[in-house]
């Protein structure tokens, strides 16, 4: 019922940037959060940054100053523009939202997920 197709990862040096794009599509009636969250080898998935449909935005102690995300609600989309990238930052990428779908009258808000995009730092 509901996607999340994400994209702009890939690999990048120490010190460079890169933009993630997050696009959700399918039957929604309202998005409520979004977000990206990361999964580094052997650690557990934790937040990165979130943003609500009025623009507040909360993030990770270790991103702040560096990472900003913002969201198009028009076009259904949450970007994650990431600056100043460490190898420490290198991770798989999830694309997160809270979804409001309408189907048959009958509403149910769930979370839902991107297949996850790889961002590799090299130092």
């Known amino acids: 019922q509901v996607q999340l197709v994400e994209s702009g990862g890939g690999l990048v040096q120490a010190g460079g940037s890169l933009r993630l794009s997050c696009a959700a599509s399918g039957r929604i009636f309202s998005i409520y959060s979004m977000g990206w969250y990361r999964q580094a080898p052997g650690k557990q998935r934790e937040l990165v940054a979130a943003?609500?449909?009025?623009?507040?935005?909360n993030y990770a102690d270790s991103v702040k100053g560096r990472f900003t995300i913002s969201r198009d609600n028009a076009k259904n989309t949450v970007y994650l523009q990431m600056n100043s990238l460490n190898a420490e930052d290198t991770a798989v990428y999830y694309c997160?939202?809270?979804?409001?779908?309408?189907?048959?009258?009958?509403?149910?808000?769930?979370?839902?997920w991107g297949q996850g995009t790889q961002v590799t730092v090299s130092s």
């Open positions: 943003i609500t449909s009025g623009g507040s935005t």
């Open positions: 997160n939202a809270y979804i409001l779908v309408v189907t048959s009258g009958l509403s149910s808000a769930d979370d839902y």
